[in-house]
């Protein structure tokens, strides 16, 4: 069992580290159009939206997040972002 974590663990780390070498040796940097919405919380435990000035986010073509970026099969996947005003 132990053998099989030690391998887990040496197998994920072998790929982020691959992916920061990618990332550091030729970084691909795309724009991404984000929308964002304001959540307004209401009367009776409702919430309202409302639109916000939209955004476009930098973000890296690799697995993980680099440099402060996001990786952009995320970003591309949650073009909306919601922020939430207190209650």
């Given at each position: 069992?132990?053998?099989?974590?030690?391998?887990?663990?040496?197998?994920?780390?072998?790929?982020?580290?691959?992916?920061?070498?990618?990332?550091?040796?030729?970084?691909?940097?795309?724009?991404?159009?984000?929308?964002?919405?304001?959540?307004?919380?209401?009367?009776?435990?409702?919430?309202?939206?409302?639109?916000?000035?939209?955004?476009?986010?930098?973000?890296?073509g690799t697995l993980f997040s680099h440099a402060g970026s996001r990786p952009c099969w995320?970003?591309?996947?949650?073009?909306?972002?919601?922020?939430?005003?207190?209650?």
């Amino acid at each position: 069992m132990v053998r099989i974590v030690l391998w887990a663990a040496g197998a994920a780390g072998l790929v982020y580290f691959g992916d920061w070498a990618l990332a550091a040796i030729h970084p691909r940097y795309e724009t991404v159009h984000v929308d964002r919405l304001i959540a307004v919380h209401e009367k009776f435990n409702k919430i309202g939206y409302e639109p916000t000035d939209s955004r476009d986010e930098r973000c890296v073509g690799t697995l993980f997040s680099h440099a402060g970026s996001r990786p952009c099969w995320y970003v591309k996947r949650h073009r909306t972002e919601v922020i939430d005003i207190g209650e």
